[in-house]
């Protein structure tokens, strides 16, 4: 399974688009994996997990044609991770390349809870939304997937996913704080080639609404604790905001000196 992350910061990105604080001076000058657009993966070049207002920059950066794209796979309601309004252009008179085929979306129903007229009546023949039930699998393509409930905004169902494709192992955790405890026994109970965690705190705790180092240090060594990772298995520290106070530069040395690596915009794993 080949994962890229296409973007790797929360809501407001890096630098913030509004922002002049000293992570988003730095960078600003030093650019390169300093700057961080929304979030947003895609699997093996066919599956996305996500869908934000910076998915149109995400396709021309890594020259992806969406047109080709048959499936997306949403976290949450959160704009950053969903943003709808742009899928609305996946018919005429904005698209035609996609005439006679269909976009599947996945996700929690809180989807319709936050976005009742999507699709619209004039796009239902273009873009389809599947509303998932936690804990069950689901067959997307080549995937089986399954939502698990994470902690992250109470105010609506948000999904964190373990992925399986030729029998390797993804899960897929941010935005979360620490999982509720069916979300995490399912997580003990499955072998985990790849772990993706979220690290929007930087160096700070929190465990309610996102996680911190820290945070993540805590949930990794509950699962080595339960057999469901090994040295084999790689984790990934994604999703960081400015509120974090890492640079790429420093959170690179955190995440290698806990045995962790540090995504950035374009960052590829293999497993």
């Given at each position: 399974?080949?994962?890229?992350?296409?973007?790797?910061?929360?809501?407001e990105?890096?630098?913030?688009v509004?922002?002049?604080?000293?992570?988003?001076?730095?960078?600003?000058?030093a650019?390169?994996?300093e700057?961080?657009?929304?979030?947003?993966s895609?699997?093996?070049d066919?599956?996305?997990?996500?869908?934000p207002?910076?998915?149109y920059?995400?396709?021309l950066?890594?020259?992806?044609?969406?047109?080709?794209?048959?499936?997306?796979?949403?976290?949450h309601p959160h704009?950053?991770?969903?943003?709808?309004?742009d899928?609305?252009?996946r018919?005429?008179?904005?698209?035609?390349?996609?005439?006679?085929?269909?976009l599947?979306?996945?996700?929690?129903?809180?989807?319709?809870?936050?976005?009742?007229?999507?699709p619209s009546?004039?796009?239902?023949?273009?873009?389809?939304?599947?509303?998932w039930?936690a804990?069950?699998?689901?067959?997307?393509g080549?995937?089986?997937v399954?939502?698990?409930?994470?902690?992250?905004?109470?105010?609506?169902e948000c999904?964190v996913?373990?992925?399986?494709?030729?029998?390797?192992?993804?899960?897929?955790?941010?935005?979360?704080?620490?999982?509720?405890e069916?979300?995490?026994e399912?997580?003990?109970?499955?072998?985990?080639?790849?772990?993706f965690?979220?690290?929007?705190s930087?160096?700070s705790?929190?465990?309610?609404?996102?996680?911190?180092?820290?945070?993540?240090?805590?949930?990794?060594?509950?699962?080595?604790a339960?057999?469901?990772?090994?040295?084999n298995?790689?984790?990934?520290?994604?999703?960081?905001s400015?509120?974090?106070?890492?640079?790429?530069?420093?959170l690179?040395?955190?995440?290698?000196?806990?045995?962790?690596?540090?995504?950035?915009?374009?960052?590829?794993?293999?497993?």
């Open positions: 399974m080949k994962v890229q992350i296409l973007g790797t910061a929360a809501a990105g890096i630098p913030g509004f922002c002049n604080c000293p992570i988003c001076e730095h960078a600003r000058r650019g390169g994996k700057i961080r657009t929304r979030s947003q895609i699997i093996n066919k599956y996305l997990i996500d869908f207002m910076d998915a920059l995400h396709s950066r890594y020259h992806i044609d969406f047109h080709k794209i048959q499936h997306i796979i949403i976290t704009e950053d991770h969903f943003y709808p309004n899928l609305e252009y018919r005429p008179p904005f698209a035609y390349s996609a005439e006679g085929s269909c599947n979306v996945y996700g929690p129903g809180s989807l319709k809870e936050e976005y009742p007229w999507f009546e004039a796009s239902r023949d273009y873009v389809k939304v599947h509303y039930e804990y069950h699998t689901y067959s997307v080549e995937l089986r399954t939502p698990l409930t994470a902690r992250h905004d109470h105010r609506f999904f996913y373990i992925i399986e494709m030729g029998g390797k192992r993804l899960f897929y955790g941010h935005d979360s704080g620490f999982l509720p069916r979300s995490m399912m997580v003990r109970n499955t072998h985990l080639d790849c772990v965690f979220d690290v929007t930087g160096r705790r929190d465990g309610k609404y996102h996680m911190g180092l820290e945070d993540d240090i805590v949930m990794r060594d509950d699962m080595r339960a057999g469901c990772v090994d040295e298995t790689v984790f990934v520290l994604n999703h960081l400015h509120n974090g106070r890492l640079t790429h530069e420093q690179e040395k955190a995440a290698s000196e806990n045995g962790f690596l540090a995504a950035y915009d374009g960052f590829t794993v293999e497993f």
